[in-house]
Protein backbone atom coordinates (compact mmCIF):
# COMPACT_ATOMS: atom_id res chain seq x y z
CA UNK A 1 0.00 0.00 0.00
CA UNK A 2 1.50 3.05 -0.57
CA UNK A 3 1.79 5.94 1.90
CA UNK A 4 1.89 9.88 2.57
CA UNK A 5 3.33 10.76 -1.09
CA UNK A 6 3.49 14.28 0.36
CA UNK A 7 5.99 13.28 3.05
CA UNK A 8 9.45 15.29 2.20
CA UNK A 9 12.03 13.09 2.01
CA UNK A 10 14.85 13.19 5.13
CA UNK A 11 18.05 14.74 4.06
CA UNK A 12 20.79 12.01 3.56
CA UNK A 13 23.22 10.74 0.78
CA UNK A 14 21.30 9.87 -2.27
CA UNK A 15 21.61 6.06 -1.94
CA UNK A 16 19.68 6.32 1.38
CA UNK A 17 17.13 8.80 -0.37
CA UNK A 18 16.58 6.19 -3.04
CA UNK A 19 16.54 3.20 -0.23
CA UNK A 20 13.58 5.16 1.41
CA UNK A 21 11.51 6.03 -1.36
CA UNK A 22 11.79 2.13 -2.15
CA UNK A 23 11.03 1.28 1.61
CA UNK A 24 8.52 4.07 2.72
CA UNK A 25 6.50 5.51 -0.88
CA UNK A 26 6.05 2.25 -3.10
CA UNK A 27 7.57 -0.77 -1.65
CA UNK A 28 4.99 -3.20 -3.50
CA UNK A 29 5.10 -1.46 -6.68
CA UNK A 30 9.28 -1.67 -6.31
CA UNK A 31 8.93 -5.26 -6.25
CA UNK A 32 7.16 -6.05 -9.47
CA UNK A 33 10.14 -4.34 -11.44
CA UNK A 34 11.25 -1.23 -12.62
CA UNK A 35 11.46 0.70 -15.80
CA UNK A 36 13.93 3.37 -15.36
CA UNK A 37 13.57 6.47 -18.29
CA UNK A 38 17.41 7.56 -18.62
CA UNK A 39 18.62 10.12 -20.74
CA UNK A 40 21.71 10.32 -20.12
CA UNK A 41 22.22 13.57 -18.32
CA UNK A 42 23.30 13.76 -14.99
CA UNK A 43 19.92 13.45 -13.23
CA UNK A 44 19.25 10.20 -14.79
CA UNK A 45 22.82 8.65 -14.93
CA UNK A 46 22.76 9.47 -11.20
CA UNK A 47 20.11 7.50 -10.74
CA UNK A 48 21.14 4.56 -12.55
CA UNK A 49 24.22 4.67 -10.80
CA UNK A 50 22.40 4.53 -7.43
CA UNK A 51 20.58 1.47 -8.38
CA UNK A 52 23.30 -0.32 -9.69
CA UNK A 53 24.72 -0.06 -6.35
CA UNK A 54 21.39 -1.96 -4.80
CA UNK A 55 22.37 -5.58 -3.59
CA UNK A 56 18.82 -6.64 -4.61
CA UNK A 57 17.09 -5.32 -7.38
CA UNK A 58 13.95 -6.72 -9.11
CA UNK A 59 14.35 -9.36 -11.92
CA UNK A 60 12.46 -7.42 -14.54
CA UNK A 61 14.62 -3.74 -14.40
CA UNK A 62 14.30 -1.89 -17.80
CA UNK A 63 16.47 1.06 -18.96
CA UNK A 64 14.66 3.22 -21.16
CA UNK A 65 15.78 5.77 -23.53
CA UNK A 66 13.49 7.92 -26.28
CA UNK A 67 16.31 9.91 -29.18
CA UNK A 68 14.14 12.87 -29.71
CA UNK A 69 16.27 13.37 -33.09
CA UNK A 70 16.33 17.11 -32.13
CA UNK A 71 20.01 16.85 -33.11
CA UNK A 72 22.09 15.33 -36.06
CA UNK A 73 24.26 13.47 -33.19
CA UNK A 74 21.32 12.65 -30.89
CA UNK A 75 21.60 8.95 -31.94
CA UNK A 76 25.30 9.19 -29.48
CA UNK A 77 22.92 9.74 -26.52
CA UNK A 78 21.25 6.50 -26.71
CA UNK A 79 24.29 4.15 -27.64
CA UNK A 80 26.10 5.80 -24.75
CA UNK A 81 23.20 4.67 -22.36
CA UNK A 82 22.70 1.42 -23.67
CA UNK A 83 26.92 0.92 -23.51
CA UNK A 84 26.43 1.99 -19.48
CA UNK A 85 23.38 0.21 -19.15
CA UNK A 86 24.81 -3.18 -20.26
CA UNK A 87 28.35 -2.39 -18.61
CA UNK A 88 26.67 -1.73 -14.71
CA UNK A 89 23.92 -5.04 -15.34
CA UNK A 90 21.34 -3.38 -16.89
CA UNK A 91 19.09 -4.19 -19.58
CA UNK A 92 18.09 -1.82 -22.12
CA UNK A 93 15.44 -0.56 -24.76
CA UNK A 94 16.66 2.39 -27.26
CA UNK A 95 13.89 3.81 -29.64
CA UNK A 96 13.62 7.24 -31.52
CA UNK A 97 10.92 9.27 -32.74
CA UNK A 98 10.78 12.08 -34.52
CA UNK A 99 9.74 14.57 -31.75
CA UNK A 100 9.04 17.66 -34.54
CA UNK A 101 6.84 16.03 -35.77
CA UNK A 102 5.25 14.67 -33.26
CA UNK A 103 4.42 18.50 -31.91
CA UNK A 104 3.55 19.74 -34.98
CA UNK A 105 0.95 16.50 -35.06
CA UNK A 106 -0.19 16.96 -32.23
CA UNK A 107 -0.29 21.37 -31.81
CA UNK A 108 2.25 20.62 -29.01
CA UNK A 109 5.41 22.42 -27.69
CA UNK A 110 8.75 20.60 -28.67
CA UNK A 111 8.94 20.23 -24.40
CA UNK A 112 5.39 18.49 -24.02
CA UNK A 113 5.56 16.49 -27.18
CA UNK A 114 8.94 14.92 -25.91
CA UNK A 115 7.41 14.38 -22.36
CA UNK A 116 4.24 12.75 -23.88
CA UNK A 117 6.82 10.56 -26.52
CA UNK A 118 9.11 9.43 -23.18
CA UNK A 119 5.96 8.34 -20.92
CA UNK A 120 4.16 6.27 -24.27
CA UNK A 121 7.68 4.21 -24.64
CA UNK A 122 8.15 4.40 -20.32
CA UNK A 123 4.57 2.74 -20.27
CA UNK A 124 4.29 0.02 -23.79
CA UNK A 125 7.21 -1.45 -21.90
CA UNK A 126 5.61 -1.14 -18.62
CA UNK A 127 2.70 -3.15 -19.94
CA UNK A 128 4.86 -5.57 -21.94
CA UNK A 129 6.48 -6.88 -19.11
CA UNK A 130 3.80 -6.33 -16.21
CA UNK A 131 5.88 -3.30 -14.69
CA UNK A 132 4.05 -0.71 -12.34
CA UNK A 133 6.53 1.88 -11.55
CA UNK A 134 8.72 3.63 -13.91
CA UNK A 135 11.12 5.98 -12.35
CA UNK A 136 12.67 8.91 -13.86
CA UNK A 137 15.20 11.28 -12.42
CA UNK A 138 13.05 14.83 -11.94
CA UNK A 139 14.86 17.00 -8.89
CA UNK A 140 14.48 19.68 -6.57
CA UNK A 141 14.94 22.47 -9.18
CA UNK A 142 12.97 20.85 -11.69
CA UNK A 143 10.07 21.15 -9.19
CA UNK A 144 11.02 24.82 -8.99
CA UNK A 145 11.02 25.57 -12.38
CA UNK A 146 7.89 23.38 -12.96
CA UNK A 147 5.93 25.54 -10.72
CA UNK A 148 7.29 28.48 -12.50
CA UNK A 149 6.03 27.09 -15.85
CA UNK A 150 2.97 26.87 -14.37
CA UNK A 151 2.66 29.93 -12.76
CA UNK A 152 3.25 31.74 -15.92
CA UNK A 153 1.11 29.59 -18.62
CA UNK A 154 -1.90 30.23 -15.84
CA UNK A 155 -2.95 27.45 -13.36
CA UNK A 156 -4.41 26.57 -9.91
CA UNK A 157 -3.95 24.77 -6.95
CA UNK A 158 -2.80 21.42 -8.74
CA UNK A 159 -0.29 23.11 -10.81
CA UNK A 160 1.06 25.17 -8.24
CA UNK A 161 1.71 22.34 -5.95
CA UNK A 162 4.24 20.91 -8.80
CA UNK A 163 4.96 17.37 -9.20
CA UNK A 164 4.56 14.37 -6.76
CA UNK A 165 6.89 11.66 -5.38
CA UNK A 166 4.90 8.75 -7.19
CA UNK A 167 1.82 9.60 -9.35
CA UNK A 168 -0.45 7.64 -11.63
CA UNK A 169 -0.28 7.89 -15.64
CA UNK A 170 -3.28 9.71 -16.78
CA UNK A 171 -3.98 9.82 -20.80
CA UNK A 172 -2.82 13.43 -21.15
CA UNK A 173 0.46 12.36 -20.29
CA UNK A 174 0.61 10.30 -23.51
CA UNK A 175 0.92 10.79 -27.68
CA UNK A 176 -1.28 7.75 -27.66
CA UNK A 177 -5.51 8.63 -27.14
CA UNK A 178 -6.40 4.89 -26.30
CA UNK A 179 -4.45 4.84 -23.73
CA UNK A 180 -6.87 4.90 -20.55
CA UNK A 181 -6.46 5.46 -16.90
CA UNK A 182 -4.00 2.69 -15.70
CA UNK A 183 -2.41 1.11 -12.60
CA UNK A 184 1.26 2.41 -13.53
CA UNK A 185 3.03 4.89 -11.35
CA UNK A 186 5.78 7.54 -12.38
CA UNK A 187 8.29 7.50 -9.29
CA UNK A 188 10.38 10.93 -8.83
CA UNK A 189 12.95 9.35 -6.07
CA UNK A 190 15.10 12.80 -6.66
CA UNK A 191 12.50 15.13 -6.58
CA UNK A 192 13.70 16.85 -3.05
CA UNK A 193 17.58 16.72 -4.26
CA UNK A 194 18.79 19.86 -5.78
CA UNK A 195 20.78 19.84 -9.39
CA UNK A 196 24.26 20.92 -7.69
CA UNK A 197 24.53 18.06 -5.63
CA UNK A 198 23.63 15.17 -8.15
CA UNK A 199 26.22 17.03 -10.07
CA UNK A 200 28.53 16.72 -6.45
CA UNK A 201 27.46 13.34 -6.95
CA UNK A 202 27.84 12.53 -10.20
CA UNK A 203 31.80 14.10 -9.90
CA UNK A 204 32.45 12.03 -7.14
CA UNK A 205 32.04 8.88 -8.39
CA UNK A 206 33.65 9.76 -11.79
CA UNK A 207 30.55 9.95 -13.80
CA UNK A 208 30.83 12.13 -17.20
CA UNK A 209 26.88 12.31 -17.95
CA UNK A 210 25.91 14.01 -21.63
CA UNK A 211 25.75 17.26 -21.31
CA UNK A 212 22.67 18.17 -24.27
CA UNK A 213 23.48 21.51 -25.28
CA UNK A 214 19.57 22.55 -25.93
CA UNK A 215 19.41 22.52 -22.38
CA UNK A 216 20.99 26.10 -22.78
CA UNK A 217 18.57 26.90 -25.44
CA UNK A 218 16.26 29.64 -24.58
CA UNK A 219 13.44 29.45 -27.05
CA UNK A 220 12.34 26.71 -24.07
CA UNK A 221 10.13 28.29 -21.35
CA UNK A 222 11.85 25.51 -18.77
CA UNK A 223 15.41 27.16 -19.82
CA UNK A 224 14.45 30.97 -19.81
CA UNK A 225 12.88 30.08 -16.31
CA UNK A 226 16.12 27.98 -15.64
CA UNK A 227 18.88 30.32 -16.43
CA UNK A 228 17.00 33.88 -15.82
CA UNK A 229 14.33 33.78 -13.10
CA UNK A 230 15.48 30.95 -10.58
CA UNK A 231 18.88 32.81 -10.08
CA UNK A 232 17.28 35.49 -8.88
CA UNK A 233 14.85 33.97 -6.59
CA UNK A 234 18.09 31.49 -5.23
CA UNK A 235 19.75 35.08 -4.41
CA UNK A 236 16.40 36.87 -2.54
CA UNK A 237 16.01 33.26 -0.98
CA UNK A 238 19.04 30.34 -0.64
CA UNK A 239 17.01 28.06 0.63
CA UNK A 240 13.99 28.52 -2.67
CA UNK A 241 14.35 24.07 -2.74
CA UNK A 242 13.12 24.02 0.94
CA UNK A 243 10.17 26.35 0.61
CA UNK A 244 8.76 25.08 -2.54
CA UNK A 245 8.91 21.66 -1.41
CA UNK A 246 6.99 23.19 1.84
CA UNK A 247 4.33 24.64 -0.58
CA UNK A 248 4.02 21.53 -2.11
CA UNK A 249 3.12 19.75 0.68
CA UNK A 250 0.45 22.32 2.48
CA UNK A 251 -1.46 22.49 -1.25
CA UNK A 252 -1.16 19.10 -2.48
CA UNK A 253 -2.86 18.40 1.47
CA UNK A 254 -5.21 21.77 0.24
CA UNK A 255 -6.08 19.82 -3.08
CA UNK A 256 -7.16 16.42 -1.40
CA UNK A 257 -9.94 18.10 0.86
CA UNK A 258 -11.17 19.81 -2.21
CA UNK A 259 -10.91 16.86 -4.33
CA UNK A 260 -13.27 15.23 -1.57
CA UNK A 261 -15.45 17.57 -0.91
CA UNK A 262 -15.85 18.11 -5.29
CA UNK A 263 -16.61 14.75 -5.84
CA UNK A 264 -19.56 14.48 -2.85
CA UNK A 265 -20.94 17.64 -4.97
CA UNK A 266 -20.52 16.13 -8.16
CA UNK A 267 -22.07 12.64 -6.72
CA UNK A 268 -24.95 14.58 -5.84
CA UNK A 269 -25.17 17.31 -8.79
CA UNK A 270 -24.47 15.05 -11.77
CA UNK A 271 -27.53 13.07 -12.76
CA UNK A 272 -26.52 11.14 -15.82
CA UNK A 273 -22.32 10.13 -17.17
CA UNK A 274 -21.52 8.73 -19.88
CA UNK A 275 -18.65 8.69 -22.75
CA UNK A 276 -20.58 11.00 -24.83
CA UNK A 277 -23.05 13.09 -22.40
CA UNK A 278 -22.89 14.51 -19.03
CA UNK A 279 -26.17 15.93 -17.72
CA UNK A 280 -26.22 18.65 -14.66
CA UNK A 281 -28.68 18.84 -12.10
CA UNK A 282 -29.37 23.07 -13.43
CA UNK A 283 -31.54 24.35 -9.84
CA UNK A 284 -28.12 22.43 -7.86
CA UNK A 285 -25.70 23.05 -10.24
CA UNK A 286 -26.71 27.10 -9.73
CA UNK A 287 -27.09 26.86 -5.93
CA UNK A 288 -23.45 25.58 -5.33
CA UNK A 289 -20.10 27.50 -4.91
CA UNK A 290 -18.80 29.14 -7.83
CA UNK A 291 -15.61 27.34 -7.06
CA UNK A 292 -17.89 24.19 -7.02
CA UNK A 293 -19.63 24.74 -10.13
CA UNK A 294 -15.74 25.38 -12.03
CA UNK A 295 -14.44 21.96 -10.65
CA UNK A 296 -17.51 19.94 -11.71
CA UNK A 297 -17.17 21.76 -15.26
CA UNK A 298 -13.55 20.82 -15.29
CA UNK A 299 -14.19 17.52 -14.24
CA UNK A 300 -16.99 17.08 -16.95
CA UNK A 301 -14.57 17.97 -19.45
CA UNK A 302 -11.95 15.43 -18.04
CA UNK A 303 -14.37 12.77 -17.95
CA UNK A 304 -15.72 13.59 -21.65
CA UNK A 305 -11.92 14.90 -22.43
CA UNK A 306 -9.12 12.60 -20.88
CA UNK A 307 -6.25 13.22 -23.28
CA UNK A 308 -6.50 17.25 -22.52
CA UNK A 309 -3.86 18.14 -21.11
CA UNK A 310 -4.84 22.35 -20.35
CA UNK A 311 -8.49 23.68 -19.39
CA UNK A 312 -7.98 26.95 -19.67
CA UNK A 313 -9.86 29.22 -16.80
CA UNK A 314 -12.14 31.69 -19.15
CA UNK A 315 -14.29 28.95 -20.62
CA UNK A 316 -15.04 27.37 -17.41
CA UNK A 317 -15.55 30.78 -15.40
CA UNK A 318 -18.19 31.59 -18.77
CA UNK A 319 -19.76 28.47 -18.16
CA UNK A 320 -20.44 28.83 -14.95
CA UNK A 321 -22.38 32.35 -15.40
CA UNK A 322 -23.70 31.38 -18.57
CA UNK A 323 -25.67 29.05 -16.87
CA UNK A 324 -27.47 31.52 -14.70
CA UNK A 325 -27.78 33.96 -17.50
CA UNK A 326 -28.72 31.65 -20.45
CA UNK A 327 -31.86 31.09 -22.10
CA UNK A 328 -33.55 27.18 -22.56
CA UNK A 329 -31.94 25.70 -26.05
CA UNK A 330 -28.96 27.62 -25.75
CA UNK A 331 -25.09 27.05 -25.75
CA UNK A 332 -21.93 28.12 -24.64
CA UNK A 333 -18.24 26.82 -25.94
CA UNK A 334 -15.99 24.54 -23.56
CA UNK A 335 -12.58 23.47 -24.35
CA UNK A 336 -12.04 20.21 -26.33
CA UNK A 337 -14.65 21.14 -28.60
CA UNK A 338 -17.27 20.72 -26.20
CA UNK A 339 -20.59 22.67 -25.30
CA UNK A 340 -22.67 23.00 -22.41
CA UNK A 341 -26.26 23.18 -23.75
CA UNK A 342 -29.66 24.57 -20.93
CA UNK A 343 -32.79 22.44 -20.62
CA UNK A 344 -35.28 23.41 -18.18
CA UNK A 345 -33.84 21.19 -15.72
CA UNK A 346 -30.63 20.46 -16.69
CA UNK A 347 -27.11 21.18 -18.35
CA UNK A 348 -26.02 19.00 -21.05
CA UNK A 349 -22.20 18.62 -21.78
CA UNK A 350 -21.57 17.01 -25.35
CA UNK A 351 -19.63 17.57 -28.36
CA UNK A 352 -20.02 20.29 -30.61
CA UNK A 353 -22.55 19.67 -33.39
CA UNK A 354 -23.81 16.60 -31.73
CA UNK A 355 -27.55 16.76 -31.24
CA UNK A 356 -28.47 16.19 -27.66
CA UNK A 357 -31.20 16.58 -25.08
CA UNK A 358 -31.26 16.17 -20.80
CA UNK A 359 -33.29 12.90 -21.64
CA UNK A 360 -31.96 10.90 -18.66
CA UNK A 361 -31.13 7.47 -20.14
CA UNK A 362 -31.64 5.99 -16.87
CA UNK A 363 -33.45 6.98 -13.66
CA UNK A 364 -31.17 8.10 -10.19
CA UNK A 365 -30.88 8.00 -6.63
CA UNK A 366 -28.84 10.30 -4.90
CA UNK A 367 -26.03 8.46 -3.48
CA UNK A 368 -27.96 7.03 0.26
CA UNK A 369 -31.02 8.76 -0.59
CA UNK A 370 -33.90 6.18 0.74
CA UNK A 371 -38.04 7.04 -0.35
CA UNK A 372 -40.72 5.41 1.57
CA UNK A 373 -43.47 3.98 -0.41
CA UNK A 374 -46.90 3.46 0.54
CA UNK A 375 -48.79 1.41 -2.69
CA UNK A 376 -50.32 2.53 -4.44
CA UNK A 377 -47.74 5.54 -5.11
CA UNK A 378 -46.73 7.98 -7.67
CA UNK A 379 -43.74 9.16 -7.17
CA UNK A 380 -41.46 11.95 -8.54
CA UNK A 381 -37.57 10.97 -8.59
CA UNK A 382 -35.49 14.47 -8.35
CA UNK A 383 -33.44 15.57 -9.79
CA UNK A 384 -33.05 12.80 -12.59
CA UNK A 385 -36.84 13.27 -14.24
CA UNK A 386 -38.21 10.05 -13.73
CA UNK A 387 -41.22 8.81 -11.37
CA UNK A 388 -42.05 5.94 -10.05
CA UNK A 389 -45.58 4.02 -10.29
CA UNK A 390 -46.45 1.22 -7.93
CA UNK A 391 -50.37 -0.59 -8.21
CA UNK A 392 -51.96 -3.64 -7.98
CA UNK A 393 -53.44 -4.03 -11.80
CA UNK A 394 -56.45 -6.28 -12.23
CA UNK A 395 -57.74 -9.22 -14.95
CA UNK A 396 -53.50 -8.66 -16.21
CA UNK A 397 -52.95 -11.81 -18.46
CA UNK A 398 -50.04 -13.68 -17.28
CA UNK A 399 -48.78 -14.18 -20.82
CA UNK A 400 -47.50 -10.16 -20.85
CA UNK A 401 -46.34 -10.76 -17.16
CA UNK A 402 -43.60 -13.45 -18.90
CA UNK A 403 -42.90 -11.77 -21.80
CA UNK A 404 -42.65 -8.78 -20.60
CA UNK A 405 -39.57 -7.17 -22.17
CA UNK A 406 -39.37 -3.41 -20.66
CA UNK A 407 -36.84 -3.27 -18.46
CA UNK A 408 -38.36 -0.41 -16.43
CA UNK A 409 -41.66 -2.44 -15.43
CA UNK A 410 -41.79 -5.56 -13.11
CA UNK A 411 -44.35 -7.54 -11.53
CA UNK A 412 -43.73 -8.81 -7.86
CA UNK A 413 -45.91 -11.19 -5.85
CA UNK A 414 -47.19 -9.31 -3.69
CA UNK A 415 -47.65 -12.43 -0.94
CA UNK A 416 -44.10 -12.68 -0.54
CA UNK A 417 -42.96 -9.49 0.54
CA UNK A 418 -41.68 -9.31 3.80
CA UNK A 419 -42.76 -5.77 4.78
CA UNK A 420 -45.99 -4.21 2.81
CA UNK A 421 -44.11 -0.93 3.40
CA UNK A 422 -41.29 -0.74 0.67
CA UNK A 423 -38.57 2.02 -0.32
CA UNK A 424 -36.59 3.22 -2.64
CA UNK A 425 -32.64 3.29 -1.90
CA UNK A 426 -29.36 3.15 -3.03
CA UNK A 427 -27.18 0.37 -2.47
CA UNK A 428 -25.20 -0.41 1.20
CA UNK A 429 -22.54 -2.32 2.34
CA UNK A 430 -23.23 -5.98 2.77
CA UNK A 431 -26.32 -5.89 0.26
CA UNK A 432 -27.04 -9.58 -1.20
CA UNK A 433 -29.84 -10.60 -3.39
CA UNK A 434 -31.21 -13.81 -5.53
CA UNK A 435 -30.99 -12.96 -8.90
CA UNK A 436 -34.12 -14.40 -11.09
CA UNK A 437 -32.88 -17.19 -12.82
CA UNK A 438 -30.01 -17.94 -10.25
CA UNK A 439 -31.85 -20.72 -8.91
CA UNK A 440 -32.49 -19.22 -5.28
CA UNK A 441 -28.16 -18.25 -5.42
CA UNK A 442 -26.92 -15.66 -3.27
CA UNK A 443 -24.97 -13.28 -4.67
CA UNK A 444 -23.62 -10.21 -3.29
CA UNK A 445 -24.95 -7.20 -4.87
CA UNK A 446 -21.64 -5.86 -5.32
CA UNK A 447 -20.66 -8.89 -7.74
CA UNK A 448 -23.39 -8.24 -9.43
CA UNK A 449 -22.84 -5.14 -10.51
CA UNK A 450 -19.10 -6.14 -11.60
CA UNK A 451 -20.39 -9.26 -13.43
CA UNK A 452 -23.54 -7.26 -15.02
CA UNK A 453 -20.81 -4.38 -16.13
CA UNK A 454 -22.74 -1.92 -15.00
CA UNK A 455 -20.78 1.57 -15.06
CA UNK A 456 -18.63 2.04 -11.99
CA UNK A 457 -20.29 5.56 -11.47
CA UNK A 458 -23.82 4.70 -11.56
CA UNK A 459 -23.62 2.08 -9.05
CA UNK A 460 -24.16 3.99 -5.81
CA UNK A 461 -27.08 5.66 -7.52
CA UNK A 462 -29.10 2.98 -9.47
CA UNK A 463 -32.41 2.55 -7.49
CA UNK A 464 -32.43 -0.61 -5.70
CA UNK A 465 -36.69 -1.77 -4.37
CA UNK A 466 -36.88 -3.17 -1.02
CA UNK A 467 -38.52 -4.75 1.49
CA UNK A 468 -37.45 -4.97 4.68
CA UNK A 469 -34.10 -6.32 4.21
CA UNK A 470 -34.95 -8.20 0.93
CA UNK A 471 -33.98 -6.16 -2.51
CA UNK A 472 -36.63 -7.17 -4.71
CA UNK A 473 -35.54 -5.29 -8.01
CA UNK A 474 -32.31 -4.00 -9.09
CA UNK A 475 -34.65 -1.55 -11.38
CA UNK A 476 -33.76 -1.32 -14.84
CA UNK A 477 -31.36 -4.71 -14.08
CA UNK A 478 -32.66 -7.63 -12.56
CA UNK A 479 -35.40 -9.07 -10.26
CA UNK A 480 -35.06 -11.02 -6.65
CA UNK A 481 -36.06 -14.56 -7.07
CA UNK A 482 -38.09 -14.99 -4.06
CA UNK A 483 -39.93 -12.11 -5.55
CA UNK A 484 -41.04 -13.54 -9.00
CA UNK A 485 -44.23 -14.16 -9.99
CA UNK A 486 -44.85 -17.62 -10.16
CA UNK A 487 -48.26 -19.74 -11.23
CA UNK A 488 -49.61 -19.88 -7.58
CA UNK A 489 -49.65 -15.86 -7.29
CA UNK A 490 -52.77 -14.36 -6.22
CA UNK A 491 -52.27 -10.76 -5.83
CA UNK A 492 -49.58 -8.89 -8.50
CA UNK A 493 -47.90 -6.03 -7.82
CA UNK A 494 -46.46 -3.90 -10.95
CA UNK A 495 -43.90 -1.64 -10.43
CA UNK A 496 -43.03 0.99 -13.23
CA UNK A 497 -40.35 3.76 -14.29
CA UNK A 498 -41.56 6.27 -15.86
CA UNK A 499 -38.95 8.91 -17.55
CA UNK A 500 -41.28 12.58 -16.44
CA UNK A 501 -39.67 15.04 -19.59
Not at 37 to 46: F, N, R
Not at 112 to 135: E, P, S, V, W
Not at 277 to 305: D, P
Request: hydrophobic share 40%; aromatic share 6%.
Amino acid sequence: MLVDTHAIISQMDLFGILQEFREKICPDLWNDGLVVGVSGGPDSLALLHILSRFSELPSQTIIAHLDHQLRNDSSKDGQFVAQIAQSWGFRSVVDSQNIEKIASKHKLSIEDAGRQARYTLFKRLADKHNIKLILVGHNADDQVETILMNFVRGTGISGLSGMSPITPIVPSMLTISTYEDSDIFIGRPLLSVPRQDIQDYCRDNNLDPIQDPSNNNKRYLRNRIRHEIVPILKDINPNIHQTTSHISAVLKHNQRVLQQANSTAWNNIVTYVDDQKIVINRLMFSQALVGTQLAILRLAIKRLRPKLRTIDFNPIANASEFSKTGDVRQECSLPGNLVMKIDYKHLVIVEAGVAADSQIDSPFLTSGETISIQAPASIALEPCGWRLLVDFPDNIHRKSIYNNADRWRAYLDRDKLEDQTLQLRSRQPGDRFQPLGMHGKSQSLAHYMTNARIPFELRNRIPLLVSGEQILWIAGWRLDQRAGISKTTQNIMRVRMTCAQ
